[in-house]
């Protein structure tokens, strides 16, 4: 099944590019590897805000990242023309915003990773850090990069 094939069988639309909030590109090609710049989570549209481990869950990170995960899939097919150029989802850097005693980044960060391996299989395992930080732009509660090698 194509990666369009399963895009659509999850009823997944891919969105625009996002401008960037600030100065910088969205996404930056150098040989085989695409670099997004982070994306942020949104719900409805709107920034994501909250808190894990004041106001948000451990499973509504894990939503969040994977609204961001669909999110950098936007930009990845605008960078490639086509995911199906896609050869390996190489890295992904997750920052959850995260009260200094909540320890489950790594959950809240395989709402993307389990999503880019169900879309890519073998190839969508990635290498991945997932940190907790005090506040993330716009008080968004997660913010995801992507690293991707392309045909």
Not at 38 to 46: N, S
Not at 53 to 66: D, V
Not at 81 to 100: E, F, H, W, Y
Request: overall charge neutral.
């Amino acid at each position: 099944m194509s990666i369009h094939d399963k895009l659509k069988a999850l009823n997944i639309s891919l969105p625009p590019v996002a401008t960037p909030a600030a100065a910088y590109l969205p996404f930056v090609q150098t040989g085989k590897l695409v670099f997004l710049s982070g994306h942020i989570a949104k719900k409805d549209g709107k920034v994501w805000v909250g808190q894990l481990g004041k106001n948000l869950s451990t499973e509504e990170g894990k939503a969040a990242a994977r609204a961001v995960a669909i999110d950098l899939l936007g930009t990845l097919q605008a960078a490639t023309g086509d995911l199906a150029k896609v050869q390996r989802i190489v890295k992904l850097m997750s920052l959850v915003n995260s009260t200094p005693d909540f320890t489950e980044q790594h959950l809240v960060t395989n709402g993307a990773s389990e999503l880019l391996a169900e879309l890519f299989g073998p190839a969508g395992a990635h290498a991945r850090s997932a940190f907790g930080v005090a506040q993330i732009p716009m008080g968004a509660c997660v913010e995801i990069e992507l690293i991707a090698e392309v045909a």
